[in-house]
């Protein structure tokens, strides 16, 4: 099948002024749906080229034209005030909104091209149209999607699990009680609520976008780091703590940073109003407050490099195979074939 695919972000380690959190996952995606066969066409711009100087040396194709596919894929895009609903050329802006419009305009709407839309943000309104049009079908990073749309989580390679040996990552030196890497958005109750507490009585460092802090002196904001470096800070961490947005809390829609943090050694702490927590993480790692992070970090000092540790880790990385690559990827091309075979009476090739 030749998929269009539209994503607004980086295939490589991009720059670091960005909140592209696909880098985690998005080209091992990529490379296993070409290695299941199918044609690939990016359709936004290369912007590990244009803006890292990044280059891949040919093994991915970009189309800023309208070429034939068989079906779209989007990783949705919302209007973001005064960065993509301003007019093109002008300073500050970015074009991901406009071309989106252009892609679904000509292939979704004129041609009735089979559309899958990857709602990563949620930020697809409950009452838009593609939610409830005949060939188009809404992914969403959720164990608890909306109604009528597909779960479609984050995916890490096997194969990363495989080759995690939780005995060696328990005896690794770590000088950090707590880490954090991520931005603030939507994130403040969380933080008030169990990080904030613990970084007064720990070592700890917050890495990311986080330009409102005055509430909180006492926390160790070191602002935006390369993504590479995003595994150095887990590797120094004991734990961290999986805040989210309450809109992902209330569906289980768990976000990159926990494979990011496992795989490190770094044990994720998941506060108690996640849905589903006890999938995420195994139910020693549950909190309900403050007082409760700094208990586990208590403990998890006391048992550090011991086999008891290493258990942990290793129950850790067992749950990262609910985001199996090959899982995920099995779904998208169940939605795909699925639309493909209901319009196909109707349409051809775009």
Request: net charge neutral.
């Given at each position: 099948m030749k998929i269009g695919y539209s994503f607004w972000g980086f295939l490589g380690n991009g720059v670091t002024d960005t909140p592209d959190g696909g880098r985690s996952h998005r080209r091992p995606f990529i490379d296993a749906l070409l290695a299941r066969g199918h044609d690939i066409v990016f359709l936004q711009a290369d912007r590990d080229w244009l803006?890292?100087?990044?280059?891949?040396?040919?093994?991915?194709?970009?189309?800023?034209?309208?070429?034939?596919?068989?079906?779209?894929?989007l990783e949705w895009r919302w209007?973001?005030?005064?960065?993509?609903?301003?007019?093109?050329?002008?300073?500050?802006?970015?074009?991901?909104?406009?071309r989106q419009a252009q892609l679904i305009n000509h292939y979704t709407v004129w041609h009735t091209t089979p559309t899958a839309i990857w709602d990563k943000d949620r930020t697809l309104r409950a009452e838009s149209v593609w939610r409830r049009t005949a060939h188009t079908r809404v992914c969403e990073a959720a164990l608890a999607p909306s109604h009528g749309a597909r779960s479609l989580l984050f995916p890490v390679a096997e194969d990363l699990l495989t080759q995690a040996d939780p005995m060696a990552l328990a005896a690794q030196r770590r000088d950090l009680a707590l880490g954090y890497v991520g931005n603030q958005y939507d994130r403040n109750e969380s933080f008030d609520r169990f990080f904030a507490p613990a970084a007064a009585r720990v070592e700890h460092l917050v890495a990311g976008k986080w330009t409102k802090t005055d509430r909180w002196p006492h926390v160790r904001f070191v602002g935006r780091i390369p993504f590479e470096?995003?595994?150095?800070?887990y590797s120094r961490s004991l734990a961290t703590v999986l805040m989210l947005p309450e809109r992902y809390a209330a569906v289980g829609q768990m976000t990159q940073r926990i494979f990011e943090a496992v795989l490190a050694g770094c044990l994720p702490l998941a506060p108690a109003n996640i849905r589903f927590a006890d999938r995420f993480v195994p139910k020693e790692l549950v909190v309900r407050s403050g007082s409760d992070v700094v208990e586990r970090l208590s403990y998890l000092r006391e048992i550090a490099g011991t086999q008891q540790h290493a258990?942990?880790?290793?129950?850790?990385?067992d749950r990262l195979r609910l985001f199996g690559l090959s899982k995920q990827v099995d779904t998208l091309?169940?939605?795909?074939h699925g639309l493909v075979r209901a319009t196909a009476p109707e349409q051809g090739v775009a």
């Amino acid at each position: 099948m030749k998929i269009g695919y539209s994503f607004w972000g980086f295939l490589g380690n991009g720059v670091t002024d960005t909140p592209d959190g696909g880098r985690s996952h998005r080209r091992p995606f990529i490379d296993a749906l070409l290695a299941r066969g199918h044609d690939i066409v990016f359709l936004q711009a290369d912007r590990d080229w244009l803006e890292a100087g990044e280059d891949h040396g040919g093994a991915y194709t970009f189309d800023d034209g309208l070429p034939g596919i068989d079906a779209l894929f989007l990783e949705w895009r919302w209007a973001i005030p005064g960065r993509n609903t301003t007019q093109c050329g002008s300073e500050g802006h970015t074009c991901d909104l406009h071309r989106q419009a252009q892609l679904i305009n000509h292939y979704t709407v004129w041609h009735t091209t089979p559309t899958a839309i990857w709602d990563k943000d949620r930020t697809l309104r409950a009452e838009s149209v593609w939610r409830r049009t005949a060939h188009t079908r809404v992914c969403e990073a959720a164990l608890a999607p909306s109604h009528g749309a597909r779960s479609l989580l984050f995916p890490v390679a096997e194969d990363l699990l495989t080759q995690a040996d939780p005995m060696a990552l328990a005896a690794q030196r770590r000088d950090l009680a707590l880490g954090y890497v991520g931005n603030q958005y939507d994130r403040n109750e969380s933080f008030d609520r169990f990080f904030a507490p613990a970084a007064a009585r720990v070592e700890h460092l917050v890495a990311g976008k986080w330009t409102k802090t005055d509430r909180w002196p006492h926390v160790r904001f070191v602002g935006r780091i390369p993504f590479e470096a995003a595994a150095g800070v887990y590797s120094r961490s004991l734990a961290t703590v999986l805040m989210l947005p309450e809109r992902y809390a209330a569906v289980g829609q768990m976000t990159q940073r926990i494979f990011e943090a496992v795989l490190a050694g770094c044990l994720p702490l998941a506060p108690a109003n996640i849905r589903f927590a006890d999938r995420f993480v195994p139910k020693e790692l549950v909190v309900r407050s403050g007082s409760d992070v700094v208990e586990r970090l208590s403990y998890l000092r006391e048992i550090a490099g011991t086999q008891q540790h290493a258990d942990l880790i290793a129950a850790c990385v067992d749950r990262l195979r609910l985001f199996g690559l090959s899982k995920q990827v099995d779904t998208l091309e169940s939605v795909l074939h699925g639309l493909v075979r209901a319009t196909a009476p109707e349409q051809g090739v775009a």
